[in-house]
């Protein structure tokens, strides 16, 4: 009976010493995570909505930050596209080449880098827009 006792008594102090162990490497991932969270959070709070109607972009030229989400709302009443220019190849700015996006729809993408970068409806290329990011 006594060597029962033992062995859950040594089960016991195993158990609760690998709990604090554990308990102790989540907390320094905990606060690797929390460094660094901040600036993932900054980066996707800074969003800008642009709209696409049957008029075209608005707003047609935007300013921003580099980090900054842009969001296409297609309220144009027919499939779109945000492209890149120019038009018809799309090769200068190939993150911007988000296809063809129904109506009610949007697509979306973040600016990594400063610069300035033009884009268009390919379906409607006198529809244009400017992002200038900084």
């Known amino acids: 009976m006594n060597s029962k006792i033992l062995l859950a008594i040594v089960a016991l102090i195993v158990i609760f010493g690998a709990f604090i ?4 490497k989540k907390t320094s991932l905990t606060t690797s995570i929390e460094k660094s ?23 047609k030229d935007i300013t921003v930050k580099a980090g900054t989400r842009i969001i296409w709302v297609n309220k144009s009443g027919k499939a779109a596209t945000v492209n890149s220019d120019d038009h018809p190849t799309h090769r200068l700015y190939p993150f911007l ?13 973040i600016v990594e880098k400063a610069g300035k970068y ?17």
């Open 21 to 24: 162990l554990l308990g102790n």
């Open 37 to 59: 969270t901040p600036t993932q959070v900054q980066i996707l709070k800074e969003n800008v909505t642009v709209t696409l109607s049957d008029s075209g972009f608005t707003p």
């Open 97 to 109: 080449n988000l296809g063809e996006f129904a109506d009610s729809s949007s697509v979306q993408v």
């Open 118 to 134: 033009n884009y268009h409806n390919h379906y409607s290329a006198s529809e244009t827009g400017t992002i200038t990011a900084q």
